[in-house]
């Protein structure tokens, strides 16, 4: 069993794990190295392109965590979307007959 589940089913998905809370850290150290490192970057200063690559890094690795369930997720919500656009649809043409 690996530390990170990237393999999920629509009802596990939908819940909190602890994949969710290393995304959240993720984003948050991601988006701070991304700003600070762009604006040393544009200072020129070594540092900066070290933190903007630190940034692109986190990023990524955020991406490969929280991807698979947000995947899953969505693919459910548009079986359920449309699932509930034919009973609409039936329901509209049920109504014109009348």
Excluded: H
């Excluded at 994949?19 to 701070?32: A, G, K, N, T």
């Amino acid at each position: 069993m690996s530390f990170i589940n990237r393999n999920w089913t629509p009802e596990t998905a939908d819940e909190w794990r602890k994949e969710d809370y290393i995304s959240i850290v993720l984003s948050s150290l991601s988006y701070i190295c991304l700003m600070i490192g762009t604006a040393l970057a544009f200072l020129l200063m070594p540092s900066g392109f070290i933190v903007l690559g630190i940034g692109i890094a986190l990023a990524l690795l955020m991406y490969w965590v929280i991807d698979p369930k947000l995947k899953t997720i969505s693919s459910e919500y548009e079986k359920k979307q449309k699932d509930y656009l034919m009973k609409l649809d039936e329901i509209q043409k049920w109504e014109a007959e009348k």
